[in-house]
């Protein structure tokens, strides 16, 4: 596609409610990363993938806290049991290579309210 | 751990002025730093980067400079215009493994008409 493309734009969810966030990166984009915006604040990193290999997940903030990406290329973070803290800006960003040529295009992102 | 702070957190300006947003990082070992501009609901978007080994860049009226020594980087922006009013963040890239980005805590800047 042109872009990265993320759905949905808007999410509510209850408290304790699981929840999906889907990615669609730029077409032959090898890197893909998930970050998370608090209002206010800078993104954080939560995971990035190579292809489909998860090789770093060291910023999802709990083990309710799942992202896969079985083909390499539409991605998915999956919240379980959300819970207030949780509400933020998903951001997911793509890049064509690992290597410092690359810059990142991202995503307008998932708006999480958790209520 | 890896950190990125900036400053100012606001900054207002009256339009034609110069606005300068400040950053440093503390990962000696970061070689690569973007920033991006983020308008109110939408998406960051990159407006500049620059590489360790510049000390510095310019894109008309947007320039970065970069002390290595001092683990700092500077954007610039001359002659500003009401539509550079957005939240600006500069980032730090990792060099071990994933190259993920440390970002700051943002700058709010608004082009006063």
């Known amino acids: 596609g042109a872009g990265v493309s993320q759905s949905p734009r808007y999410k509510v969810a209850k408290r304790g409610q699981d929840v999906a966030l889907r990615c669609d990166p730029i077409?032959?984009?090898?890197?893909l990363f998930w970050y998370q915006q608090a209002l206010g604040q800078g993104p954080e990193f939560l995971t990035y993938?190579?292809?489909?290999?998860?090789?770093?997940k060291s910023g999802l903030p709990s083990d309710r806290f799942f992202a896969e990406r079985p083909e390499g290329s539409v991605s998915t973070l999956k919240i379980q049991r959300t819970q207030q803290e949780d509400s933020a800006v998903y951001l997911c960003a793509s890049s064509s290579g690992a290597q410092l040529n690359y810059g990142y295009t991202f995503g307008s992102g998932t708006r999480l309210t958790v209520v | 751990g890896e950190n990125v702070e900036q400053h100012p957190s606001t900054l207002s300006v009256q339009e034609g002025d110069s606005a300068v947003i400040k950053c440093t990082y503390s990962?000696?070992?970061?070689?690569?730093f973007p920033w991006y501009k983020q308008e109110l609901g939408k998406r960051p978007q990159l407006i500049i980067d620059?590489?360790?080994?510049?000390g510095e860049k310019k894109d008309q009226r947007i320039a970065v400079t970069l002390n290595k020594t001092a683990k700092h980087f500077s954007l610039h922006i001359t002659e500003t215009q009401p539509e550079d009013s957005a939240v600006y963040f500069c980032a730090a890239r990792t060099t071990s493994g994933t190259y993920k980005y440390i970002f700051g805590t943002g700058t709010r800047l608004k082009v006063l008409a």
């Open positions: 620059i590489r360790s080994n510049v």
């Open positions: 993938f190579q292809n489909e290999a998860q090789l770093d």
């Open positions: 077409s032959g984009h090898v890197s």
């Open positions: 990962d000696s070992a970061s070689n690569y």
